[in-house]
């Protein structure tokens, strides 16, 4: 057993993560779902009434009660591997990116799994870690929703199907990441 | 029992996101400076077995788990939404380094100050759906 765990804790490569991402979005479409996280965004939005005053958010949410049900997975996975499946090893990145996150001013490039100067309750009173928490999770809602789904909506989902929406709003989110990380992030990391 | 098979096919999936370190930061900002294969591997592997299973179930006429015919929805064709709002997700994804998935996962991993960035989502989807009728879709 040891053996077993101590093999799974090793980081995944990508060619073993792909195929099981392709097995969950498969699984679900046989389950009569589709695979798309950011939903449940709107179906928390629904559940606590917003339903009220904006019929966007009007619908049958308990129809959509297994999305919710996925991200409590999600946050089980998380702590399994967090607590079971963990290895000393840091994030093994590329030099080229070590370095250009050394010039950024970022301490210990993948040392943790994200920069503990940002992802820490005492960065959220920094204006950088404000803009960084609070308005990128908004854009990542709005965004999300304005598109009609995420990563997983879009460039898994969608793709898989060979959607022209699909890949068009894959196209856009390159616009929009790339933008950011040349031209706001190194800004941001000035702040 | 339904509930049983969505939290341990999540738990599969948020362990896979963990393990490739989908939902690391640095990942991401990698990612987005194309100085690593890795996640273009995890992507390109997915979408390419993906599609071959969309295919099979379509010429195979698969059924769900409950025998009911699969119906797969074609989006319905527009630019403007798809690309302004594809730009400002992809600005959040790209600061924060967490898609609405590995949002979930994070908070797992004991990353606690991400209930600000969910928050914050949940903000930005509501405030989509009071303003959608004035954006171009």
């Given at each position: 057993m040891k053996e077993i765990v101590d093999f799974v804790s090793q980081p995944w490569p990508w060619y073993v993560a792909g195929p099981v991402i392709a097995l969950v979005m498969f699984s679900l479409i046989i389950f009569g779902n589709n695979f798309g996280i950011s939903a449940n965004l709107r179906t928390v939005c629904s559940i606590v009434g917003a339903g009220k005053n904006c019929e966007?958010?009007?619908?049958?949410?308990r129809s959509q009660m297994w999305n919710l049900i996925f991200a409590f997975g999600l946050i089980l996975g998380g702590f399994i591997t967090h607590e079971y499946?963990?290895?000393?090893?840091?994030?093994?990145?590329?030099a080229s990116t070590i370095a250009d996150l050394a010039e950024l001013?970022?301490?210990?490039?993948?040392?943790?799994?994200?920069p503990l100067s940002i992802f820490s309750w005492e960065s959220l009173a920094t204006v950088r870690g404000f803009i960084i928490l609070v308005v990128g999770g908004f854009l990542i809602g709005f965004g999300t929703r304005y598109a009609g789904g995420c990563t997983s909506g879009h460039a898994i989902s969608g793709l898989s199907d060979l959607q022209l929406p699909s890949l068009i709003a894959v196209v856009g989110f390159f616009i929009g990441g790339l933008f950011m990380t040349y031209l706001v992030l190194p800004y941001l990391f000035t702040l | 029992m339904k509930i049983f098979r969505y939290i341990i096919v999540g738990i599969i999936f948020g362990i896979t996101l963990a393990k490739a370190e989908v939902i690391s930061w640095y990942r991401i900002y990698e990612m987005f400076k194309f100085q690593s294969f890795h996640m273009y591997g995890v992507i390109g592997s997915a979408v390419i077995l993906g599609i071959i299973s969309v295919q099979m179930i379509k010429r195979f006429k698969i059924k769900t788990i409950d025998g009911e015919p699969i119906v797969i929805n074609p989006k319905q064709m527009s630019i403007s939404r798809y690309l302004f709002g594809g730009i400002i997700f992809g600005l959040g994804w790209a600061m924060t380094g967490a898609c609405p998935g590995p949002m979930f996962i994070l908070l797992g991993n004991?990353?606690?100050?991400i209930l600000v960035v969910i928050a914050s989502a949940l903000l930005g989807t509501y405030t989509y759906g009071l303003v959608r009728n004035k954006l171009p879709h």
């Open positions: 966007f958010f009007d619908f049958n949410w499946l963990t290895t000393p090893e840091e994030v093994t990145l590329s001013g970022i301490e210990a490039p993948g040392d943790q799994l994200v | 004991g990353v606690g100050v």
